[in-house]
């Protein structure tokens, strides 16, 4: 999508502190960090939300979403400690960028409920 900025970072064409990166996924750090380990994993191909998730996204896709947060936990020493994944979905779940993106938060505790 043309005005989507995680779009035009996965092209390129905004800067950010990349972290990880495969063909079909990226991962960068929050610019405003909630937590001290704070990062979006995002896919490279445009999807609005977990609720836009086609049947073969499911089968390939999240897969390598989820072997890219098991790296990044390990990368960011957050394994032992413990650590959150969020996917916020639609207005009223949070989502504030319609791109499917999962936040890795991590390096302090954790509150529940979460907001």
Known sequence: MDDCIFCKIAQKELSSEVVYETNEV???RDVA???PTH???IPKKHIQSLSQLEKNDRADLMPKMYDAIDELV???GLN???????????KEGGQTVNHLHFH???GRSMQWPPG
């Open 80 to 90: 032992e400690k413990g650590y959150r994944v969020v996917s916020n979905t639609g």
């Open 104 to 106: 890795l938060l991590g």
């Open 33 to 35: 960090p909630v937590a």
């Open 26 to 28: 990226i991962a960068f």
């Open 39 to 41: 990062i979006l994993l």
């Open 74 to 76: 390990k990368k960011e």
